[in-house]
Protein backbone atom coordinates (compact mmCIF):
# COMPACT_ATOMS: atom_id res chain seq x y z
CA UNK A 1 0.00 0.00 0.00
CA UNK A 2 3.24 2.44 0.64
CA UNK A 3 3.75 2.59 -3.11
CA UNK A 4 0.41 3.81 -3.91
CA UNK A 5 1.51 7.43 -2.94
CA UNK A 6 0.76 10.88 -3.75
CA UNK A 7 0.37 14.74 -7.20
CA UNK A 8 0.05 16.78 -11.43
CA UNK A 9 1.22 18.89 -13.94
CA UNK A 10 0.08 17.73 -17.85
CA UNK A 11 3.20 17.72 -19.91
CA UNK A 12 3.37 19.37 -23.37
CA UNK A 13 1.86 22.62 -22.11
CA UNK A 14 3.66 25.69 -22.83
CA UNK A 15 3.09 27.41 -19.79
CA UNK A 16 2.38 26.63 -16.23
CA UNK A 17 -0.94 25.34 -14.84
CA UNK A 18 -2.15 26.00 -10.97
CA UNK A 19 -2.29 22.97 -9.05
CA UNK A 20 -6.07 21.86 -8.32
CA UNK A 21 -6.28 18.33 -7.61
CA UNK A 22 -6.85 18.26 -3.97
CA UNK A 23 -7.67 21.92 -1.69
CA UNK A 24 -6.87 23.19 1.41
CA UNK A 25 -9.10 21.32 4.14
CA UNK A 26 -10.09 18.74 1.40
CA UNK A 27 -9.58 15.39 2.50
CA UNK A 28 -10.37 11.67 1.45
CA UNK A 29 -10.48 8.77 3.18
CA UNK A 30 -10.32 4.75 1.47
CA UNK A 31 -11.47 2.06 3.27
CA UNK A 32 -8.80 -0.67 1.68
CA UNK A 33 -9.37 -4.49 1.21
CA UNK A 34 -6.72 -6.84 0.70
CA UNK A 35 -6.86 -10.10 -0.55
CA UNK A 36 -9.57 -12.18 2.23
CA UNK A 37 -9.17 -9.06 4.59
CA UNK A 38 -12.55 -6.78 3.28
CA UNK A 39 -10.95 -3.64 5.97
CA UNK A 40 -6.86 -4.37 5.76
CA UNK A 41 -6.56 -0.58 6.81
CA UNK A 42 -7.52 3.21 5.68
CA UNK A 43 -5.75 5.41 3.65
CA UNK A 44 -6.25 8.98 3.86
CA UNK A 45 -5.81 11.64 1.42
CA UNK A 46 -5.70 15.43 2.46
CA UNK A 47 -4.29 19.08 1.64
CA UNK A 48 -3.32 22.21 3.63
CA UNK A 49 -2.28 24.91 2.71
CA UNK A 50 1.36 26.09 4.15
CA UNK A 51 1.65 28.77 7.25
CA UNK A 52 5.03 30.05 6.09
CA UNK A 53 4.48 30.55 2.34
CA UNK A 54 1.25 31.06 0.67
CA UNK A 55 2.00 29.48 -2.17
CA UNK A 56 2.66 26.07 -0.88
CA UNK A 57 0.36 23.43 -0.58
CA UNK A 58 0.77 20.18 1.47
CA UNK A 59 -0.69 17.15 0.23
CA UNK A 60 -0.83 13.92 3.04
CA UNK A 61 -1.19 10.38 2.52
CA UNK A 62 -0.92 8.69 5.60
CA UNK A 63 -1.80 5.22 5.54
CA UNK A 64 -2.33 2.82 8.50
CA UNK A 65 -3.63 -1.29 8.46
CA UNK A 66 -6.32 -2.33 11.13
CA UNK A 67 -7.56 -4.61 12.86
CA UNK A 68 -6.58 -8.33 12.77
CA UNK A 69 -4.26 -7.47 9.77
CA UNK A 70 -2.53 -4.98 12.19
CA UNK A 71 -1.86 -7.89 14.07
CA UNK A 72 -0.17 -9.73 11.61
CA UNK A 73 1.52 -6.82 9.44
CA UNK A 74 1.13 -3.51 11.77
CA UNK A 75 2.12 -0.81 9.36
CA UNK A 76 2.02 2.86 9.16
CA UNK A 77 3.06 5.42 6.75
CA UNK A 78 2.80 9.07 5.93
CA UNK A 79 4.07 10.92 2.77
CA UNK A 80 3.67 14.66 2.32
CA UNK A 81 4.55 16.56 -0.79
CA UNK A 82 4.90 19.86 -0.92
CA UNK A 83 3.54 21.10 -4.37
CA UNK A 84 3.62 25.41 -5.78
CA UNK A 85 -0.06 26.41 -5.81
CA UNK A 86 0.53 28.89 -8.93
CA UNK A 87 2.88 26.38 -11.27
CA UNK A 88 1.41 23.13 -10.11
CA UNK A 89 4.97 21.84 -9.72
CA UNK A 90 5.88 19.01 -7.39
CA UNK A 91 9.05 20.07 -4.97
CA UNK A 92 9.69 17.74 -2.48
CA UNK A 93 8.25 14.11 -1.08
CA UNK A 94 8.89 13.25 2.43
CA UNK A 95 8.02 10.12 3.37
CA UNK A 96 8.16 8.56 7.10
CA UNK A 97 6.88 5.83 9.07
CA UNK A 98 7.40 2.24 9.54
CA UNK A 99 6.46 -1.53 8.55
CA UNK A 100 7.80 -4.78 10.98
CA UNK A 101 11.16 -4.52 8.92
CA UNK A 102 12.45 -1.30 9.09
CA UNK A 103 11.76 2.26 9.56
CA UNK A 104 10.72 4.64 6.77
CA UNK A 105 12.56 7.70 6.22
CA UNK A 106 13.53 9.08 2.56
CA UNK A 107 12.97 12.48 0.51
CA UNK A 108 12.71 13.01 -2.86
CA UNK A 109 13.01 16.75 -3.92
CA UNK A 110 13.69 18.49 -7.39
CA UNK A 111 15.47 21.27 -8.80
CA UNK A 112 14.03 22.82 -11.66
CA UNK A 113 16.49 25.10 -12.71
CA UNK A 114 18.59 21.92 -13.14
CA UNK A 115 16.64 19.71 -14.32
CA UNK A 116 17.36 17.07 -11.67
CA UNK A 117 16.18 15.22 -8.59
CA UNK A 118 17.62 13.77 -6.18
CA UNK A 119 16.58 10.87 -3.49
CA UNK A 120 17.49 10.48 -0.32
CA UNK A 121 16.96 7.12 1.48
CA UNK A 122 18.18 7.65 5.26
CA UNK A 123 17.67 3.87 6.50
CA UNK A 124 18.87 2.39 3.44
CA UNK A 125 21.39 4.64 2.46
CA UNK A 126 22.55 2.63 -1.26
CA UNK A 127 19.40 3.28 -2.17
CA UNK A 128 20.06 6.93 -2.10
CA UNK A 129 20.46 8.15 -5.91
CA UNK A 130 20.57 11.40 -8.24
CA UNK A 131 18.41 11.69 -11.45
CA UNK A 132 17.60 13.77 -14.61
CA UNK A 133 13.90 14.76 -14.78
CA UNK A 134 12.68 13.44 -18.04
CA UNK A 135 11.31 15.36 -20.94
CA UNK A 136 7.16 15.49 -21.16
CA UNK A 137 5.97 17.48 -19.00
CA UNK A 138 7.26 18.23 -15.19
CA UNK A 139 6.13 15.28 -13.09
CA UNK A 140 3.67 14.62 -10.09
CA UNK A 141 3.73 12.03 -7.73
CA UNK A 142 1.19 9.54 -9.05
CA UNK A 143 -1.82 9.40 -6.24
CA UNK A 144 -2.38 13.12 -6.80
CA UNK A 145 -2.30 12.76 -10.34
CA UNK A 146 -4.82 9.93 -9.87
CA UNK A 147 -7.11 12.48 -8.05
CA UNK A 148 -6.98 15.22 -10.40
CA UNK A 149 -7.86 13.08 -13.19
CA UNK A 150 -10.99 14.34 -11.82
CA UNK A 151 -11.21 17.29 -13.71
CA UNK A 152 -9.75 16.00 -16.48
CA UNK A 153 -13.68 15.04 -18.55
CA UNK A 154 -12.10 12.52 -20.65
CA UNK A 155 -14.60 10.24 -22.20
CA UNK A 156 -14.10 6.29 -22.96
CA UNK A 157 -11.14 6.08 -25.65
CA UNK A 158 -9.41 9.27 -25.11
CA UNK A 159 -5.89 9.40 -22.91
CA UNK A 160 -3.61 11.87 -21.57
CA UNK A 161 0.17 11.59 -21.16
CA UNK A 162 2.62 12.97 -18.04
CA UNK A 163 5.42 11.87 -16.04
CA UNK A 164 4.93 10.46 -12.45
CA UNK A 165 6.97 10.33 -9.37
CA UNK A 166 6.80 6.83 -8.20
CA UNK A 167 9.21 5.77 -4.76
CA UNK A 168 12.49 6.71 -6.27
CA UNK A 169 11.82 7.23 -9.80
CA UNK A 170 10.20 8.70 -12.01
CA UNK A 171 7.14 6.76 -15.17
CA UNK A 172 5.90 8.68 -18.04
CA UNK A 173 2.79 7.31 -18.20
CA UNK A 174 -0.87 7.71 -20.25
CA UNK A 175 -3.65 7.58 -18.44
CA UNK A 176 -6.76 5.79 -20.58
CA UNK A 177 -10.23 6.13 -20.27
CA UNK A 178 -12.07 2.75 -20.68
CA UNK A 179 -15.49 2.87 -20.25
CA UNK A 180 -18.56 3.46 -17.30
CA UNK A 181 -18.75 1.26 -14.06
CA UNK A 182 -21.17 1.03 -11.27
CA UNK A 183 -19.67 1.22 -8.36
CA UNK A 184 -20.60 0.72 -4.83
CA UNK A 185 -18.65 2.28 -1.39
CA UNK A 186 -19.51 2.85 1.85
CA UNK A 187 -20.87 6.05 1.35
CA UNK A 188 -23.25 5.14 -1.69
CA UNK A 189 -23.35 3.74 -5.23
CA UNK A 190 -21.81 5.93 -8.25
CA UNK A 191 -22.04 5.59 -12.19
CA UNK A 192 -18.22 6.02 -12.36
CA UNK A 193 -15.81 6.65 -15.60
CA UNK A 194 -12.72 3.93 -14.86
CA UNK A 195 -9.01 5.48 -16.13
CA UNK A 196 -6.03 3.04 -16.28
CA UNK A 197 -2.39 4.46 -16.31
CA UNK A 198 -0.39 2.71 -18.58
CA UNK A 199 3.45 2.80 -19.59
CA UNK A 200 3.25 1.79 -22.94
CA UNK A 201 6.86 2.55 -23.67
CA UNK A 202 9.69 0.26 -22.27
CA UNK A 203 7.53 -0.32 -18.68
CA UNK A 204 9.49 -0.70 -15.46
CA UNK A 205 8.77 -1.22 -11.72
CA UNK A 206 5.18 -2.47 -11.18
CA UNK A 207 4.34 -2.16 -14.83
CA UNK A 208 7.04 -4.32 -16.11
CA UNK A 209 5.99 -6.78 -13.30
CA UNK A 210 2.20 -7.06 -14.67
CA UNK A 211 0.65 -4.71 -11.94
CA UNK A 212 -1.96 -2.01 -12.71
CA UNK A 213 -2.89 0.52 -11.52
CA UNK A 214 -7.12 2.09 -11.75
CA UNK A 215 -9.50 4.48 -10.81
CA UNK A 216 -13.00 5.49 -11.02
CA UNK A 217 -14.29 9.07 -11.17
CA UNK A 218 -18.02 9.39 -10.16
CA UNK A 219 -19.80 10.94 -13.02
CA UNK A 220 -22.31 12.99 -10.65
CA UNK A 221 -21.85 16.44 -9.81
CA UNK A 222 -19.35 16.01 -6.99
CA UNK A 223 -16.29 14.11 -9.46
CA UNK A 224 -15.05 12.30 -6.73
CA UNK A 225 -12.85 9.30 -7.18
CA UNK A 226 -14.72 7.26 -5.49
CA UNK A 227 -12.66 3.94 -6.41
CA UNK A 228 -9.09 2.87 -6.47
CA UNK A 229 -7.20 -0.48 -7.22
CA UNK A 230 -3.37 -2.13 -7.38
CA UNK A 231 -3.17 -4.98 -8.84
CA UNK A 232 0.20 -7.27 -8.11
CA UNK A 233 1.32 -10.39 -9.10
CA UNK A 234 0.41 -11.78 -5.17
CA UNK A 235 -2.58 -10.35 -4.73
CA UNK A 236 -4.81 -6.66 -5.27
CA UNK A 237 -5.76 -3.84 -2.91
CA UNK A 238 -8.79 -2.09 -3.71
CA UNK A 239 -9.65 1.16 -2.29
CA UNK A 240 -13.25 2.50 -1.27
CA UNK A 241 -14.14 6.14 -0.42
CA UNK A 242 -15.44 5.91 2.85
CA UNK A 243 -15.35 9.49 4.15
CA UNK A 244 -15.39 12.94 2.56
CA UNK A 245 -14.21 16.27 3.94
CA UNK A 246 -15.07 19.33 1.49
CA UNK A 247 -12.74 21.96 1.12
CA UNK A 248 -12.64 25.37 2.89
CA UNK A 249 -13.75 27.52 0.25
Partial sequence: MRNLLLSLLLPGLAFAAPFVAIRDGESLTYKVSF?????????????????????RIAVTVDTRSRGFVRGLYEFDNKAVADIELSSGRLLRVIESGADPKRPIDSEFS???????????????TERSSQL?????????????ALVQTRDWNLKPGEKRDLVVQFGRDFYPISIQA???EEVRTPLGKYRALVLVPKMEKNPKGLFKRGGEVKVWIAQDGSRLPVKMQLKLNFGAATLLLS???PPKD
Fill in 110 to 124: IDYAKRTASFTDRVR
Fill in 243 to 245: KYQ
Fill in 132 to 144: ILPEGGDPIDLIS
Fill in 35 to 55: AVFSHAGDIEISGAHAKEISD
Fill in 178 to 180: EGY
